[in-house]
């Protein structure tokens, strides 16, 4: 890990906050010496560009997201573009007012009241946001409204996993009884 980001993320104030963030940059970086065996270790130190992406020094692309409780790290070879995205499921009532602003109206007429399902559509969106596929402002023009399909929102489901294709992206999302989250990929 660099100086630089070793020192934002002591800067945190939230314990937690700081321990998975050191712990999402600790597994990246072994993911990273892994796919890479025998390479020098300051190649896979993580920092980031200039646009706030992660990088490495030897180009593999990577993406980290942490909530409270749960690290995702994602590992792409060059050329692909890799964007996880990972919240605790107790957070799904406080994303049901974000995806209103982020959802594309086939998307709204799927969601209902169900708050996972509402969760599920923000980190796929906040994935595809890494890969650059969409931004924030316009990702309600993004339609993944068959990850919500009748009988995929995972309201009643302990572990599942759903797919979709949209273009050039692909996009995972996975849900098991403590976070839902998101792998999404494009080939550049």
């Not at 940059?25 to 706030?52: C, E, L, T």
């Not at 996880?84 to 086939?106: K, Q, T, Y």
């Amino acid at each position: 890990m660099s100086r630089e980001q070793r020192q934002r993320i002591d800067a945190l104030v939230d314990a937690d906050d700081r321990s998975t963030r050191l712990l999402a940059h600790a597994v990246a970086s072994s993911m990273v010496n892994r796919v890479h065996s025998g390479m020098d270790p300051s190649n896979a130190v993580i920092d980031h560009a200039p646009d706030g992406r992660p990088m490495t020094r030897c180009g593999l692309e990577v993406s980290l997201s942490h909530s409270r409780t749960v690290v995702a790290v994602g590992v792409g070879k060059r050329g692909v573009r890799i964007g996880v995205d990972v919240e605790d499921i107790e957070r799904a009532d406080e994303a049901a007012h974000v995806a209103g602003m982020i959802a594309h109206p086939r998307e709204e007429a799927l969601l209902g009241t169900c708050p996972k399902a509402r969760l599920k559509l923000w980190v796929a969106k906040e994935a595809a946001v890494k890969i650059g596929f969409t931004s924030l402002d316009e990702a309600h023009l993004l339609d993944l409204s068959a990850l919500l399909e009748p009988g995929k929102a995972g309201c009643d489901r302990r572990i599942d996993w759903w797919r979709v294709i949209v273009g050039r992206m692909h996009v995972a999302v996975w849900n098991d009884q403590y976070c839902i989250g998101a792998l999404a990929r494009v080939d550049r």
